[in-house]
């Protein structure tokens, strides 16, 4: 069965910083490119940044590109999401999943999803 667990969310001042982990299990980990996706309140869910299997290749969300940092360690079967420079509009529930397809951005490419981590970011 496989599973990915979020954690790492919480509450932050705009400016601060947030690291989030995934970790994965009961599948073959390095195999998988993993992606990370973000829904707020009333708003359909959103490609964030993803990560290819090898950690090799990463691609991001223009609204992330320069405060956010995907990162993968094939030994803990982890993915990491660094938040750095926060918003209040990056406010969200932050899931992981999990691709054989590549560097994907389209939520129908991920065949594995966790249940969610919630961030929230105050003005």
């Known amino acids: 069965q496989v599973q990915l667990v979020e954690s790492g969310g919480g509450l932050v001042e705009a400016g601060g910083s947030l690291r989030l982990s995934c970790a994965a299990s009961?599948?073959?980990?390095?195999?998988?490119?993993m992606g990370w996706f973000r829904q707020a309140p009333g708003k359909e869910r959103e490609f964030v940044a993803a990560?290819?299997?090898?950690?090799?290749?990463?691609y991001y969300a223009d609204s992330v590109k320069g405060r956010f940092t995907i990162a993968r360690d094939n030994a803990k079967n982890t993915v990491y999401l660094q938040m750095n420079s926060l918003k209040p509009e990056d406010t969200a529930v932050y899931y992981c999943?999990?691709?054989?397809?590549?560097?994907?951005?389209?939520?129908?490419?991920?065949?594995?999803w966790g249940q969610g981590t919630q961030v929230t970011v105050s003005s």
């Open positions: 999943a999990a691709t054989l397809t590549g560097l994907a951005r389209l939520d129908d490419d991920y065949d594995y």
């Open positions: 009961g599948l073959t980990f390095s195999t998988y490119a």
């Open positions: 990560i290819s299997w090898s950690g090799g290749n990463t």
